[in-house]
């Protein structure tokens, strides 16, 4: 498997251009759904989250924008880091855009509004932020150990197979550092939207 237009690769952050809007087009969309993945230095993928297959295209945002999307490689050295990295990007490529749309399911909603502080004026005034299902206040499902004490052995095979134990994952603990000093400066500066969902009962998300 090999990653096709990759426009940014560092140890911590992998941007990948799924495609290009038209030479009108003044949106740009950045979709970030969590997942780790690896590549070498000929973007072949040489380490994925389980189950993993990379997006061609998609769909909602329609033909006329610009779209990326993002992976946090297994060096990724955090959530904080990444996000970083990520704002410098947005300050330097996509300034020019009408508006920036960050789209983060999960990790990436955290993620994309811990970056907001590192946002210059020109481009904090284009962001909107869609944040889907992000722990603000952490999750006990990262918690590899803790949260498999809560389960069946079915549900402990498959939890352990599905989830993998990187310092992204770590970063959304409950008490984690990412989590107690998550930075919410310049957010009331932008438009921001969430979306949000619950566990299955199955899972005992109730504590």
């Known amino acids: 498997m090999v990653l096709q237009k990759i426009v940014h690769k560092s140890s911590n952050l992998i941007i990948q251009q799924l495609q290009k ?8 969309v950045v979709v970030g759904s969590g997942h ?4 070498d ?7 994925t989250d389980p189950g993993f297959r ?8 329609g033909t006329d924008c610009t779209l990326f999307t993002i992976y946090y490689p297994k060096t990724c050295e955090g959530l904080d880091v990444a996000g970083k990295e990520l704002a410098e990007f947005i300050n330097e490529n996509l300034n020019f855009y009408r508006k920036i749309i960050l789209h983060g399911h999960s990790k990436c909603g955290c993620c994309f509004v811990n970056l907001a502080q590192w946002l210059d004026g020109w481009s904090l005034l284009r962001t909107h932020i869609i944040t ?10 990262a918690d ?3 949260f498999s004490k809560k389960l069946n052995a079915i549900e402990k095979f498959f939890y352990r197979k599905i989830f993998s134990d990187h310092k992204v994952d770590r970063d959304i603990c409950p008490d984690s550092g990412f989590i107690s000093n998550l930075n919410w400066h310049n957010i009331n ?7 949000v969902s619950k566990c299955a ?4 998300p109730k504590d």
């Open 21 to 28: 809007g038209s030479t009108s087009s003044s949106i740009a």
């Open 36 to 39: 780790s993945v690896s590549v």
């Open 41 to 47: 230095d000929r973007n072949n993928v040489t380490f």
């Open 54 to 61: 990379p997006p061609k295209k998609i769909a909602s945002y």
């Open 132 to 141: 889907v299902s992000a722990p603000f206040k952490g999750t006990p499902v």
């Open 144 to 146: 590899i150990q803790g």
């Open 189 to 195: 500066k932008l438009h921001i939207e969430h979306v």
């Open 201 to 204: 009962p199955s899972l005992n």
